[in-house]
């Protein structure tokens, strides 16, 4: 099986940096090619067989390296992965050979209606999962069977979540970092740790009056996971809403990188060494030259960080 590429410095010790890349860059990047380290992509918008934006991608791929980031394989449903859904990533995968895949830990498949009547239907969203025994054992068997598929490690994202689960008493509940531990550890997969959906999921366990230090419980939660088991981390932006229906921080990724989250990357470096970074921005997206400016920011922390950068056991 074809394992995601190590987290090793580039020369001079700098992180890989990459960025989204959307649809208002397509041929801005291909014309002016800037020095970025990877581009990343979602996976189902190039599920075509063919067509114009499969034909710009592959433009893109000559020149960069390519992450597949996905949105719709719903790792976690209990009504198993779509065959279709998974049959065109092993296609895509095939054809553009990408530095690393990934997904979420999240669901959207379930059926909908009365018994046999019951039609599957997608939530086009990312619903989160229950921290439970049963929750982790379906989302590592489907975890599994998507690196069998793709013959490659696969790597899974931690969620930015405005709902969660009343656990049944006296069933266990996991923490979220050991809970995505425990499937690294059981399929062999890689994390993709986004920063920005901790710090999201902080402020608003703040607002419910749950936390009362945003940062210093994204640094717990960073300092729970197994520094081994991270493969990529990601960066964003996010923007608060408080008005007549509520209170609540989303994960837009619609404004540069918050100062609070630029400090808890840099001690995800510390704490995971030199790890794959990339810039997303999915709403409002600006000029192009925004995002560079995004990573070279990136790039300059790991910069001063790398002589120090060791892989922490």
């Not at 580039?10 to 397509?26: E, S, T």
């Not at 086009?124 to 975890?143: I, K, Q, R, Y």
Request: hydrophobic letters at 45%.
């Amino acid at each position: 099986m074809k394992r995601t590429e190590p987290a090793l410095p580039m020369q001079g010790a700098q992180v890989p940096v990459g960025i989204g890349w959307r649809h208002p860059h397509y041929a801005e990047l291909l014309q002016r090619q800037p020095a970025v380290d990877f581009l990343e992509v979602h996976s189902e918008n190039f599920f075509a067989a063919g067509g114009a934006a499969l034909a710009v991608f592959e433009q893109g791929r000559a020149l960069y390296p390519v992450s597949l980031h996905g949105v719709g394989l719903s790792l976690g449903s209990a009504a198993g992965l779509d065959p279709w859904h998974l049959d065109q990533l092993a296609r895509l995968v095939d054809r553009i050979d990408p530095v690393r895949v990934s997904d979420h830990a999240s669901f959207a498949r379930a059926p909908y209606g009365p018994g046999a009547e019951a039609l599957m239907v997608h939530a086009s969203d990312l619903l989160p999962l229950p921290f439970t025994d049963e929750a982790l054992n379906v989302l590592c068997t489907h975890v599994q069977q998507v690196q069998e598929r793709l013959q490659r490690q696969f790597m899974v994202e931690n969620l930015s979540a405005y709902l969660s689960w009343r656990v049944p008493v006296g069933m266990r509940e996991w923490e979220e970092p050991a809970f995505l531990a425990a499937l690294a550890e059981r399929t062999g997969c890689a994390l993709l740790v986004d920063v920005n959906n901790i710090y999201v999921n902080a402020l608003n366990a703040q607002l419910r009056g749950l936390v009362q230090d945003p940062i210093a419980a994204c640094r717990q939660w960073l300092d729970a996971l197994p520094a081994h088991c991270v493969g990529e981390l990601h960066l964003a932006g996010h923007c608060e809403v408080n008005d007549v229906h509520g209170h609540i921080v989303i994960d837009d990724h619609g404004s540069r990188v918050a100062e609070p989250v630029w400090d808890l990357y840099r001690h995800a470096l510390e704490r995971f060494g030199p790890v794959p970074t990339l810039i997303e921005w999915d709403t409002d997206v600006p000029a192009l030259d925004v995002l560079l400016q995004e990573a070279a920011r990136a790039r300059a922390i790991s910069g001063t960080l790398a002589p120090h950068l060791q892989v922490v056991a």
